[in-house]
T-cell receptor, first 118, second 110 residues
Framework: DAGVIQSPRHEVTEMGQEVTLRCKPI?????LFWYRQTMMRGLELLIY????????DSGMPEDRFSAKMPNASFSTLKIQPSEPRDSAVYFC????????????????FGPGTRLTVT | RKEVEQDPGPFNVPEGATVAFNCTYS??????FFWYRQDCRKEPKLLMS???SGNEDGRFTAQLNRASQYISLLIRDSKLSDSATYLC???????????FGRGTSLIVHP
């Protein structure tokens, strides 16, 4: 299996521009998570989907952030307009609920997108 | 208070040493915990699960102490390749939202 795929791997953009991050989860996984990691705040859960439906987006910082999952094999995280404080590494992860339910915590992470907003 | 807390370290140990990290959690109803490993500038990767009866995988042992509400990770015979950040993960409340600790940095030197 190719694992979780994210693109782009690096993104440098100017303040005010729109940024779209992309994720392809592992085939057959029914949970998809978007995280943001910074030195100051560590790894923060932004939003997660179950069977393509957003379940909890309470971690999304503000209305400038939006996420979609149009099908089981693709998700996007969009920032519009971007600000310097959005600079971070954004990870996408997927998991499968399995039979016990514990498996949802056994997440497989993509390599991340390193975002720099100047 | 963050639901899952860790000592950030760094823990600086020589090769061959035994080192242990703890991770405290605030939700007494939590039952599922995991340890992840994150190498510098890489993504987190699942290391092992934490069962109430303890869990051992080679040089690594994970334990759960419900009375004191912490989980631990013990690494025996440390290798240079064990140098990484170790993240503990638990559920947030009853919603099964995974919450990551800030991570504990381990540096194993020759």
């Amino acid at each position: 299996d190719a694992g979780v795929i994210q693109s782009p791997r690096h993104e440098v953009t100017e303040m005010g521009q729109e940024v779209t991050l992309r994720c392809k989860p592992i085939s057959g996984h029914d949970y998809l998570f978007w995280y943001r990691q910074t030195m100051m705040r560590g790894l923060e859960l932004l939003i997660y989907f179950n069977n393509n439906v957003p379940i909890d987006d309470s971690g999304m910082p503000e209305d400038r952030f939006s996420a979609k999952m149009p099908n089981a094999s693709f998700s996007t995280l969009k920032i519009q307009p971007s600000e310097p404080r959005d600079s971070a590494v954004y990870f996408c992860a997927s998991s499968s609920a399995g039979t016990s339910g514990r498996a949802r915590y056994e997440q497989y992470f993509g390599p991340g997108t390193r975002l720099t907003v100047t | 208070r963050k639901e899952v807390e860790q000592d950030p370290g760094p823990f600086n140990v020589p090769e061959g040493a035994t080192v242990a990290f703890n991770c405290t959690y605030s939700n007494s109803a939590s039952q599922s915990f995991f340890w992840y490993r994150q190498d510098c500038r890489k993504e987190p990767k699942l290391l092992m699960s934490v069962y109430s009866s303890g869990n051992e995988d080679g040089r690594f042992t994970a334990q759960l102490n419900r009375a004191s509400q912490y989980i631990s990770l013990l690494i025996r015979d440390s290798k240079l390749s064990d140098s990484a950040t170790y993240l503990c993960v638990g559920p947030s409340g009853g919603s099964y939202i995974p919450t990551f600790g800030r991570g504990t940095s381990l540096i194993v030197h020759p």
